[in-house]
């Protein structure tokens, strides 16, 4: 059985958690897109822990962790990530990383940078990480796949005539230090060595998986609304962050997906530029992200203050439609427990019109939020473990978003810890 975890809005909705949680029920984890651009934050009985390029399931000795196709491969970090959490007393991991999977090279990091400095003040708020530069190069055909650091003559041919191209680009456009294709074969054999251990055929290694009913977890990173085609573009990544790419990034059939719980956050948060309609600015945000998430709303990959703002019930219908979510976990519910009263973000006014059906980026940047307001419940939730027991006003608010949604709201979270969720039962 396959099941993905995604995000419906625009990444940081607590899927770490829910992940990690499930994963003591898998068998298998699979990371399928993206890369070390985003984090997880995790906290569990070894400590408090930001994964970036690692699956969740790391924490677990009976989980195969594996970084899928999909991936965009940074292996020095992933390297470090496994040090770094054996050092701090977690056993080493199972980990299988995909002979298909492509390499994140040390240039697409500095193209990035690079980039980025070249548009100023128009630039993208990138992570730096490399990401966008890496799928480029990955479409354009002149990446390096894992399987390709194993077959020497191709290695090198590729790295002289990769090399050329980027050192036009180096040298004419961005006046910046070239590439030594004598170096850069070198750092390649040492991501060789470091990778080797892990490397498989790592779809048909799930395949017999499957096979043999193992239970496998699709581990996505951001939400929809940043995926390249359905999300803000172009302030989007570079990779599909939806739960279908997760058969393309794990190397699965689709209809092997079974059940897709798309986490959804009970306010709204983003890093980075790009349309947010609902978003509140002030003194108003300022409180919202001081007592969000866990000790305040600050991106888990570059420390950013997030930009806050209310629920917003188009964009999270919508982001739970292109995941085709079967079940939502609703987080971070706890947070909104000091408002009188909440606002919640139910339609969209552009030109003089009010939708309710996510537009298009051009369209997006001419909305204006239609509120509708809620009563808060004034309480602390933490601890309570049954929906029951959950304040009045705070099962109101849930169906209210549930119903907004369309889809089952079979999980609310109410704090950061690993046990702390309420899973509810269906009518
Ligand atoms: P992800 O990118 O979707 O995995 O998001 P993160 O794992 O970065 O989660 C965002 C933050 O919210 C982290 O600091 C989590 O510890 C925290 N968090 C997750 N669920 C809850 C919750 O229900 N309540 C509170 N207060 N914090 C939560």
Known sequence: MVRAIVGANWGDEGK?????MLGEKSDIIVRFQGGSNAGHTIINEYGKFALHLLPSGVFYQHTTCII??????????????????????????????SDRAQILMPYH????????????????????????????????????????????????????????QKNILLEHMYHKPLIDPKELLETLHEYRDMVAPYVCDTSLYISNALKEGKTVLLEGQLGTLKDPDFGIYPMVTSSSTLAAYGAIGAGIAPYEIKDIITVVKAYSSAVGAGEFVSEIFGDEADELRRRGGDGGEFGATTGRPR?????????SRYGVRMQGATEVALTVLDVLGYLDEIPVCVGYEIDGEVTKDFP?????????????????????IRGITKYEDLPENCRKYIEFIEKELGVPVTMVSNGPGRHEIIHRAQA
């Not at 690079?114 to 128009?122: A, F």
């Not at 490399?130 to 020497?152: C, M, N, R, T």
């Not at 930009?307 to 964009?315: I, K, L």
Request: charged share 30%; proline share 5%; glycine share 10%.
């Open 16 to 20: 770490g958690k829910i992940t990690d």
């Open 68 to 97: 899928g196709n999909g991936v965009a491969l940074n292996i020095p970090y992933l390297q470090k990530e496994i040090d770094d959490i054996v050092s701090k007393g977690v056993p080493k991991p199972h980990i299988l990383v």
């Open 109 to 164: 990091i500095d193209f990035d940078a690079y980039e980025e400095e070249r548009l100023g003040g128009k630039a993208f708020g990138s992570t730096k990480s490399g990401i966008a530069p890496f799928y480029s190069d990955k479409y354009a055909k002149i990446g390096f796949q894992v399987s390709e650091l194993f077959d020497e003559d191709t290695l090198v041919e590729k790295v002289a005539r990769v090399a050329e």
């Open 307 to 315: 930009r806050m703002g209310w629920f917003d019930a188009v964009a």
């Open 360 to 380: 298009v980026t051009a369209k997006l940047k001419k909305a204006k939020p239609v509120y509708e307001v809620l009563p808060g419940w004034k309480e602390e």
